[in-house]
């Protein structure tokens, strides 16, 4: 009935649950609270009007618009209810996704650096660390391809050797083989010039000139010896002999130079050389070569008892032996000769020493043995017509 109250409710009277804290929370009797009594729900009606919209956030670049105009709301219209899922979700600005915990910047230590452990390290089967291994190897192998790379540059030095040296053994050979036609190739003007100057070849440095007046027809070497020169000469053999006899620019002195050509090889001539250089079988007065004593000429009185000096060349490049023999255009005897290299040592006081002689004949000697090996190269290195 209208006016009618309601009857009230001991307190009391309120059912243990009611009020007591939910469950997962500490509960108190301090803290009972006593919900207040509601009033049944209205029906639900939907307002007449809609809520105005969220406006749209301002533009950088044009004003923002005004609101939209909205009705006055209904007052005996049921107001709606402030739950959020009930308004409608109009245009608004998005969310910061820098600020949302699920993102990695609101992560607590997202921003530090990452730092990772290497892994230990540890040993191999043999027992090495394996770091250790790993920096070894590299080394080990730059250590063999250096190795390698210098085998390979010794390798190319020696074999670059070996052919300069093929090259100069061809070379050689050349040289000895054209060496042993020359007596019969070669003018005798080339060999035996006419006029040949010897530049400090006198005593004392002093220059000397000297002038072709006879020249042998080629011969054997029969009668071109003593008897044991010839036989120290055997191994080498004779193919064929050529001398010319100069005097001086007095016509003082008088010196036969032959040029031996010999049958031999370059071992044999070497071996000759050895022998000579050994036995000093260039300095013994038995083994003396003879003048060639040119009738009619200032040699005609040169022969076997006027030889004062002599030397003699066994060479190793040519199959040749060159010498020389010197004595008086006057013709007198010599009781005691001595060999060039005698001759010109310092404090010899032999008449040949005295004389000048062994500069005679080691002078022209060693003039025409160069000629010899200047024609010889040129020979060497001319082509075929």
């Given at each position: 009935?209208?006016?009618?109250?309601?009857?009230?409710?001991?307190?009391?009277?309120?059912?243990?649950?009611?009020g007591?804290?939910?469950?997962?929370?500490?509960?108190?009797?301090?803290?009972?609270?006593?919900?207040?009594?509601?009033?049944?729900?209205?029906?639900a009606?939907?307002?007449?009007?809609?809520?105005?919209?969220?406006?749209?956030?301002?533009?950088?670049?044009?004003?923002?618009?005004?609101?939209?105009?909205?009705?006055?709301?209904?007052?005996?219209?049921?107001?709606?209810?402030?739950?959020?899922?009930?308004?409608?979700q109009?245009?608004?600005?998005?969310?910061?996704?820098?600020?949302?915990?699920?993102?990695?910047?609101?992560?607590?230590?997202?921003?530090?650096?990452?730092?990772?452990?290497?892994?230990?390290?540890?040993?191999?089967?043999?027992?090495?660390?394996?770091?250790?291994?790993?920096?070894?190897a590299?080394?080990?192998?730059?250590?063999?391809?250096?190795?390698?790379?210098?085998?390979?540059?010794?390798?190319?030095?020696?074999?670059?050797?070996?052919?300069?040296?093929?090259?100069?053994?061809?070379?050689?050979?050349?040289?000895?083989?054209?060496?042993?036609?020359?007596?019969?190739?070669?003018?005798?003007?080339e060999?035996?010039?006419?006029?040949?100057?010897?530049?400090?070849?006198?005593?004392?440095?002093?220059?000397?000139?000297?002038t072709?007046?006879a020249?042998?027809?080629?011969?054997?070497?029969a009668?071109?010896?003593?008897?044991?020169?010839?036989?120290?000469?055997?191994?080498?053999?004779?193919?064929?002999?050529?001398?010319?006899?100069?005097?001086?620019?007095?016509?003082?002195?008088?010196?036969?130079?032959?040029?031996?050509?010999t049958?031999?090889?370059?071992?044999a001539?070497?071996?000759?050389?050895?022998?000579?250089?050994?036995?000093?079988?260039?300095?013994?007065?038995?083994?003396?070569?003879?003048?060639?004593?040119?009738?009619?000429t200032?040699?005609?009185?040169?022969?076997?008892?006027?030889?004062?000096?002599?030397?003699?060349?066994?060479?190793?490049?040519?199959?040749?032996?060159?010498?020389?023999?010197?004595?008086?255009?006057?013709?007198?005897?010599?009781?005691?000769?001595?060999?060039?290299?005698?001759?010109?040592?310092?404090?010899?006081?032999?008449?040949?020493?005295?004389?000048?002689?062994?500069?005679?004949?080691?002078?022209?000697?060693?003039?025409?043995?160069?000629?010899?090996?200047?024609?010889?190269?040129?020979?060497?290195?001319?082509?075929?017509?």
């Amino acid at each position: 009935m209208p006016g009618a109250r309601r009857p009230e409710r001991s307190r009391g009277d309120f059912p243990a649950s009611f009020g007591a804290p939910e469950s997962g929370t500490a509960w108190s009797p301090h803290m009972r609270t006593f919900p207040m009594p509601t009033a049944p729900p209205r029906p639900a009606t939907p307002p007449k009007t809609a809520p105005p919209p969220r406006p749209a956030p301002p533009k950088p670049t044009a004003p923002p618009l005004p609101p939209r105009p909205t009705a006055p709301p209904d007052p005996g219209a049921a107001q709606p209810s402030h739950d959020t899922a009930s308004w409608p979700q109009g245009p608004g600005p998005l969310p910061d996704p820098a600020m949302s915990w699920t993102t990695a910047a609101g992560t607590p230590g997202s921003n530090r650096p990452v730092v990772t452990f290497g892994e230990p390290e540890g040993y191999d089967e043999r027992g090495w660390g394996r770091s250790l291994v790993s920096r070894v190897a590299p080394r080990t192998a730059a250590a063999a391809a250096c190795m390698v790379l210098g085998l390979g540059l010794i390798g190319g030095a020696v074999t670059g050797s070996w052919i300069i040296d093929d090259d100069g053994d061809v070379a050689t050979a050349s040289s000895f083989s054209a060496a042993a036609g020359l007596w019969h190739n070669v003018p005798v003007d080339e060999l035996f010039p006419p006029t040949v100057l010897g530049t400090g070849a006198g005593p004392g440095g002093a220059d000397r000139t000297w002038t072709r007046i006879a020249v042998a027809p080629a011969t054997g070497c029969a009668d071109a010896f003593d008897p044991l020169l010839r036989k120290a000469l055997a191994p080498v053999g004779c193919q064929r002999l050529i001398r010319a006899t100069y005097t001086d620019a007095t016509q003082s002195y008088v010196t036969t130079v032959g040029l031996l050509f010999t049958k031999a090889d370059p071992a044999a001539m070497t071996a000759l050389a050895k022998r000579f250089e050994a036995e000093h079988l260039d300095r013994r007065t038995d083994l003396m070569p003879l003048p060639y004593a040119a009738k009619g000429t200032a040699a005609e009185r040169f022969g076997r008892h006027q030889r004062a000096s002599w030397t003699i060349s066994v060479l190793t490049d040519a199959p040749v032996v060159a010498y020389a023999v010197s004595g008086w255009a006057d013709g007198r005897t010599v009781d005691t000769p001595q060999s060039a290299a005698d001759a010109e040592a310092s404090g010899a006081t032999t008449a040949a020493a005295q004389a000048g002689l062994g500069n005679e004949a080691q002078g022209l000697a060693d003039r025409i043995e160069r000629r010899l090996r200047q024609t010889t190269a040129g020979s060497a290195t001319e082509k075929p017509s």
